[in-house]
């Protein structure tokens, strides 16, 4: 197992290229079940949630290549089952029950166990497709799922949850009528799927809005397209600059969808400057402590709370964290103490007190924003920390060490 050594200390000076979405290229590729051919990803990253979905496609039997592009080819798909241990290494896999059931009329998914966050259930997507008609069955630890055609339902989601949404979107796209999704979830990932379903010939309205409809069609074609930007390696990097004084330019961005996370950065002491697919991050001063709740776009994010945290753990003064979307996404809290942090949790918020200074330690990665947060508090931390079980952000930052090195950090991967 690789772990990260990081000698904390340098203020990060530079360009960094941000790269292809991790949660929009998921169920761009869940999607391709949902028409035979060729389907065609540019700009998506190099990450293992990507290869495991890969694997996962072609295990069904869909041909799978990454060259420029990533390129899935579902002619010649023969199996209808998502199995135990993708699903276990990775819960987005659940995407491919929508587009599985829409277009072959059963679909054989393990239920995702629990997870670092949260509990984590599936039961609104599962709700969903027995409105439009499905069989639902759970036998052995996996949901069996059996429908003729889905027939268009109105949905409303007693909580916004982003891959059901996109999950019963996918279904709805092939389904026999009109299907309404309401409490939708607005992510630009939910937009970015929505485009491509269109670009498949799928008649989608309000993508984006808390109500989508869908107008189901007999048929999609396989297309092309291009991945939008990952807004929270974007965020993790806007707060490397941050935490370690530094100077960055990031490249490649979609600042539109960073607007709550620049807002709440803004107020902490960061100069943020926007231009075209630009955003150039400064801080000057010490950081200044400031309140944060995570909720649904376009509100602040769950994915960048552990990083804000990491911030606001060398703030001047007190910060409330609250975090809403997962009731155990605190793993990060007894890490980042262990690294000098002062914070207390009480229920579901975290009150940070600033202190001047991190000092490094050996700290262990938890799950992926977790792991992305003690990164950061090393890069501004005295001394060297010691990150294990980094597995978790090799599924969701591409290179971060080579990235992180090119802008100055000293960082190195070694073998355990
Ligand atoms: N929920 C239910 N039942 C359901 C579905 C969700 O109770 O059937 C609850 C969840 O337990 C949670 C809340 O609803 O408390 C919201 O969960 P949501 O379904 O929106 O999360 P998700 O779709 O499983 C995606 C991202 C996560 C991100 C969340 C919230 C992907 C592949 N994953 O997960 O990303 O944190 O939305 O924005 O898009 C990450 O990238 O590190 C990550 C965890």
Redesign the pocket.
Known sequence: MDKLVVEGGVPLQGEVRISGS??AA??LLASTLLANGRHCFFNAPRLR?IRTMQTLLRYMGAVSTTEEALQIDTSKIHRFEAPYQLVKTM??SV?VLGPMLARYGRARVSLPGGCA???????????ALELMGAEIKLDHGYVVARAGRLHGASITF?????????NIMMAACLADGVTVIKNA?R?P?VVALAEYLIAMGASIAGAGTPEITIFGVEELSPASCTVIPDR?EAGTYLVAAGITGGHLRLNGCRSDHLEAVIQKLTEAGLAINCEGDTIEVSRGSRVCSVNAKTQ??PAF???MQAQFMALMSIGSGVSLISEN???NRFMHVLELRRMGADIELDGRTAVVRGVKRLSGAPVMAT???ASASLVLGALAAKGKTEISRIYHLDR?YESIETKLSAVGAKIDRVKE
């Open positions: 991790k949660n998921l169920p949630d819960r987005a995407l966050i949260g509990a984590r259930p599936i039961n609104l997507h599962l709700k007693d909580q916004v949850t982003v891959t059901g949404t996109e979830a992510e990932e929270i649904p776009f994010p769950t994915d979307i997962f009731e799950d992926l924003r969701g």
